[in-house]
């Protein structure tokens, strides 16, 4: 008989545009519902048209609205469903709140707890207003929870380094693989114009302005196009930085497409160009590596972890060195094929199966 763990998130599953939710969180929890029975409690409800056979997911009624109500509905029915079939483990994606709910009823219903942290619980920029650990009463509320589960888990040492200055020191990283069969590596060869691919949303901490400026620099020495894939919460100003540089008929922005789609947009792409100030992992990153794309960017996330030896990687908001770093590449194929080469060794030997058994075995190690 399969343990059964109680999963608890904010959202992820079912949500969103085509109801994709965050596609990598959903292909883990399908590897995952392998070994283990599945039961999602999640904030927001899925679409009406959402439907998994691998595990089942509770949510409160839609027309509950405020958020905290939402979360009680949850604990109610976590409850209602231990008292009927005992779970063996509690587990929360995300720090917070998600993962201090499940850390504290963890200890009331005395079962072991997982936290796995994924980006903005690991972070605190109160100049763009990211993350939570620059919020006083939540990072105190972190900080006890990342301290008293059971087992941290983190997807960055990127991440580990962020939490140290705090004094979290028990923290496992396990950086999320994709499916090999989702990603075809492709060797391609530099055309007269340079493909570039950017995708994320558009919104402070993603840093777009720094995206536009190393592109406007490149796009002067060397033809180029830039896609740029995601929604605008910045509206509409870094189309306006496009017109100010002049690169505004080099750059489109095509919004969300499905996930399935977005193999063939990497099948184009030469560059990933990816400017974060911060990030836990950055999926878009790993699938562009296993898609022969080379990988640009700042160093953070899995380009922190990879370094120079995988991609080009400058200091957050340096987009001088990361135009002028590019440009030198572009007369080196030989090194520019290595980089790709070595991040693409990297994807292999950490992939979806690598993922979901090493997660497999430290979850194995504290159920009871």
């Known amino acids: 008989m399969k343990k059964r763990i109680a999963v608890w998130m904010h959202g992820g599953i079912g949500t969103g545009h085509f109801s994709q939710g965050y596609p990598a969180l959903e292909k883990l929890l399908v590897g995952l519902s392998s070994y283990f029975e599945i039961v999602i409690y999640s904030q927001f409800a899925t679409s009406q048209e959402y439907r998994s056979s691998e595990f089942s997911i509770r949510s409160a009624p839609v027309n509950v609205k405020l958020g905290f109500v939402r979360w009680f509905y949850l604990i109610l029915y976590f409850l209602k469903d231990h008292r009927k079939s005992k779970y063996n483990l509690l587990f929360g994606f995300w720090g917070y709140p998600a993962g201090f709910l499940a850390t504290g009823l963890s200890r009331i219903v005395n079962l072991p707890s997982t936290v796995y942290l994924l980006g903005s619980d690991a972070a605190g920029i ?5 993350g939570i650990l620059h919020r006083p009463i939540i990072r105190r509320i972190a900080l006890w929870t990342y301290r008293h589960t059971t087992l941290l888990l983190g997807i960055s040492e990127f ?7 705090y004094g979290v020191k028990e923290i496992k990283i396990i950086p999320w693989g994709v499916k090999k069969d989702d990603y075809k590596f492709i060797e391609k060869k530099l055309s007269s114009t340079l493909h570039v691919i950017h995708v994320a949303h558009l919104t402070p901490v993603k840093d777009q302005t720094t995206l536009i400026k190393a592109f406007a620099l490149i796009a002067k020495q060397r033809p180029a196009q830039l ?28 919004h969300v497409i499905p996930y ?26 790993t699938e562009a590596a296993a898609s022969g794309v080379l990988l640009v960017g700042t160093r953070v996330g899995l380009l922190h972890d990879l370094g120079e030896d995988c991609g080009i990687v400058v200091d957050i908001g340096d987009y001088t060195a990361l135009a002028s770093k590019v440009l030198s590449l572009l007369d080196d194929n030989k090194k520019w094929q290595q980089k790709i080469q070595n991040a693409r060794q990297w994807v292999e030997t950490h992939d979806l199966s690598w993922t979901t058994n090493e997660l497999v075995q430290q979850l194995n190690s504290v159920i009871k």
């Open 227 to 254: 896609r740029i894939f995601g929604e605008d919460f910045l509206k509409g100003s870094i189309q306006k930085l496009c017109k100010e540089l002049g690169v505004e008929n080099q750059v489109e922005f095509l």
């Open 126 to 130: 109160e100049s763009i207003n990211f």
């Open 159 to 165: 991440q580990k380094n962020q939490l140290s200055p």
């Open 260 to 285: 399935h789609q977005m193999p063939e947009q990497y099948a184009w792409a030469d560059v990933m160009l990816h400017t974060s100030i911060s990030e836990g992992q950055s999926m878009a990153i």
